[in-house]
């Protein structure tokens, strides 16, 4: 399967700063991308979604930016909450319809 | 977002035995499932994807005799597990898509522990 991996594996941020979390995808055939957010014992749960005609998109307090030179994705969040706690991942999906993740992020927000 | 329900949440069986896995879409009808397996703090590996009606396809290096994905119906997928070993203890994933290209929904997860 494709390779799909993250630079950093864990982050620490405080509550109420903004968080940045980043991905490298390396199948430049990709053209659907997913962050998704995983707690502890729980599936995934979807946060936003971009497609590669597209270089950024915004949810609420969520920004998607895609680089399709450099095949990069980063996931920012605005106003970080304890809530937002939890592994983040990056998922990309070939023009096959699957879907491979990401290492993960661990974000930790400090009250 | 569309439901996705994996029944059971957790299982614990003995090793040697067969145990199934059972991912429904609730709300719609799910042309695509594909089956993930997770371990302790690593990302989710896909296993197999499974189109209603049809056989599913493998990724590299799962054992398609050994994980037997069942796609009878466009609201039903079923991995069994056979002849479980302790290695095999891990968090098992569904998730559904009803179009192509489109967003999965993922269920709950089920947790298998071989002893």
């Not at chain 2, 466009?74 to 179009?99: K, M, N, R």
Request: with cysteine; charged share 15%.
């Amino acid at each position: 399967g494709e390779s799909v991996g993250l630079h950093l594996p864990t982050l620490s941020v405080q509550e109420g700063d903004n968080s940045i979390i980043n991905c490298a995808y390396s199948n430049s055939a990709s053209d659907y991308f997913i962050w998704y957010k995983q707690e502890s014992g729980k599936g995934p749960q979807f946060i936003i979604d971009i497609r590669s005609n597209m270089d950024k998109r915004q949810g609420q307090r969520v920004t998607v930016l895609l680089n399709k030179t450099v095949k990069h994705l980063s996931l920012q969040i605005a106003a970080t909450q304890p809530g937002d706690s939890a592994v983040y991942f990056c998922a990309e999906n070939n023009n096959f319809n699957k879907f491979y993740f990401g290492s993960g992020t661990k974000l930790n927000v400090k009250p | 977002g569309a439901v996705v329900s994996q029944h059971p949440s957790w299982v614990i069986c003995k090793s040697g035995t067969s145990v199934k896995i059972e991912c429904r879409s609730l709300d719609f009808q799910a042309t695509t499932m594909f089956w993930y397996r997770q371990f302790p703090k690593q990302s989710l590996m896909l296993m197999a994807t499974s189109n209603e009606g049809s056989k599913a396809t493998y990724e590299q290096g799962v054992e398609k005799d050994k994980f037997l994905i069942n796609h009878a119906s466009l609201t039903l997928s079923t991995l069994t597990v056979t002849s479980a070993h302790p290695e095999d203890s891990s968090f098992y994933i569904c998730s559904a898509s009803g179009t192509p290209n489109a967003e999965a929904f993922f269920g709950q997860g089920t947790r298998l522990t071989v002893v």
